[in-house]
């Protein structure tokens, strides 16, 4: 590692911090509709995944609208924001990151190293379920 803190589930209440990240290492490719990406949102403490999106890789990022649902639907299961969502620098995330705050979220970008004792499983869930379906 390279002297990225790495932060524990145990750390956090309860709906007090989530986190954003992409479950796949590959687009996933569709004949019909091209490529995406995989966007989820996930409770820190509990590393429940609390919302999910297919996101074209049209785009560099989810649009506005599609962050917007992002969080909604996570909102819906806790009924409340978090304080907090860690957002992965190497996601592009601009939109997210905009709404977050605008909805008084703080937003704190690191590395997505220091992020892998929450995402590391769901990832490689995600891995096994849909293997190397990547673009070709």
Do not use: N, Y
């Given at each position: 590692m390279d002297g990225t803190p790495v932060l524990q589930p145990?750390?956090?209440?309860?709906n007090e911090a989530w986190i954003a990240f992409k479950l796949n290492?590959?687009?996933?490719?569709t004949e019909r509709d091209g490529d995406f990406d995989f966007l989820a949102l996930m409770d820190?403490?509990?590393c429940f995944i609390l919302s999910s999106s297919?996101?074209?890789?049209?785009?560099?990022e989810p649009t506005l609208l599609e962050s917007k649902r992002l969080l909604?639907?996570?909102?819906?299961?806790?009924?409340?924001?978090?304080?907090?969502?860690?957002v992965p620098t190497e996601q592009p995330a601009r939109f997210l990151?905009?709404?977050a705050e605008r909805l008084g979220i703080d937003v704190v970008r690191t590395?997505?190293?220091?992020?892998?004792?929450f995402i590391g499983e769901a990832k490689e869930h995600f891995r096994e379920r849909f293997g190397n379906r990547g673009a070709q």
């Open positions: 145990d750390q956090f209440k309860v290492d590959d687009p996933i490719h820190a403490a509990s297919p996101v074209s890789t049209r785009h560099a909604k639907e996570a909102q819906a299961h806790k009924k409340r924001w978090p304080k907090t969502l860690f990151v905009v709404e590395a997505q190293e220091g992020l892998w004792p």
